[in-house]
């Protein structure tokens, strides 16, 4: 070994909710402004717990699981690996909590007028454009500079 540390990453997942009426969830975080819910695995957590968790604690609501539809690597410190699914509405009402100021449906074109960081933005454009091929992006911040783009298609497609 070269003397480096062991690697060390947090896991973050996240997801595009759709309702009946094709609308895209959003929360408004006291931070980052309006996003995805989304938000850290837990220790000894498994993804899709870590994420109907995440929505329900964020939005008040709960989720169909959909596809797995991007992964990212933000490879700056403290980096992390975001795994975001696509996801249905599956009941429960809209509430702000804790995470969050705000949760709202909104239209695709209101979603992208709304979402404003440029890794939110980036993300948020990447899911709405998901056609079945899991999207990979490794990016550093401050400032955001995307490293790495590269679609993945599943076993079987070219």
Not at 15 to 36: D, F, M, Q, T, Y
Not at 73 to 84: E, H, R
Not at 101 to 129: I, P, Q
Request: hydrophobic share 40%; charged share 25%.
């Amino acid at each position: 070994m070269s003397g480096r540390r062991n690697p060390q990453h947090s896991v973050v997942v996240g997801c595009l909710v759709r309702n009946a009426e094709e609308e895209v969830l959003l929360i408004r975080h006291h931070k980052r402004g309006w996003e995805i819910p989304q938000g850290r695995v837990e220790e000894g957590e498994n993804l899709v717990d870590a994420l109907h968790r995440e929505v329900r604690e964020e939005a008040g609501v709960d989720i169909e699981l959909g596809p797995l539809a991007a992964v990212w690597s933000m490879v700056t410190p403290p980096a992390a690996v975001i795994f975001a699914f696509l996801g249905r509405y599956a009941g429960g009402e809209l509430v702000a909590s804790d995470d969050s100021l705000e949760a709202g449906w909104f239209s695709e074109a209101e979603a992208a007028e709304k979402v404003t960081g440029s890794v939110m933005s980036e993300r948020l454009a990447a899911l709405l454009r998901f056609g079945g091929t899991v999207c990979y992006r490794s990016y550093t911040v401050r400032p955001y500079q995307l490293r790495l783009e590269r679609d993945i298609a599943s076993q079987g497609e070219a």
